[in-house]
């Protein structure tokens, strides 16, 4: 399956705010290279599962 997907990073829109010294700044979203898609192949399904499970993998459990 080819085309396009909208880039997790910058939900499509080119660039991410981040905080810096109390105050938000947009930056460049380097994910996508500032085009807001991705391209729909093999290599970038595997590197958004990749970076998902590495995510998840940061917040603690809850017990439940």
């Given at each position: 399956?080819?085309?396009?997907?909208?880039?997790?990073?910058?939900?499509?829109?080119?660039?991410?705010?981040?905080?810096?010294?109390?105050?938000?700044?947009?930056?460049?979203?380097?994910?996508?290279?500032n085009?807001?898609?991705?391209?729909?192949?093999?290599?970038?399904?595997?590197?958004?599962?990749?970076?998902?499970?590495?995510?998840?993998?940061?917040?603690?459990?809850?017990n439940?």
């Amino acid at each position: 399956m080819k085309g396009k997907i909208i880039c997790p990073a910058c939900k499509g829109n080119g660039f991410r705010y981040i905080i810096e010294d109390d105050k938000r700044v947009a930056i460049d979203c380097k994910a996508c290279d500032n085009q807001g898609e991705l391209p729909n192949d093999e290599k970038t399904k595997f590197s958004l599962r990749y970076l998902s499970n590495y995510i998840s993998g940061l917040w603690p459990k809850e017990n439940g």
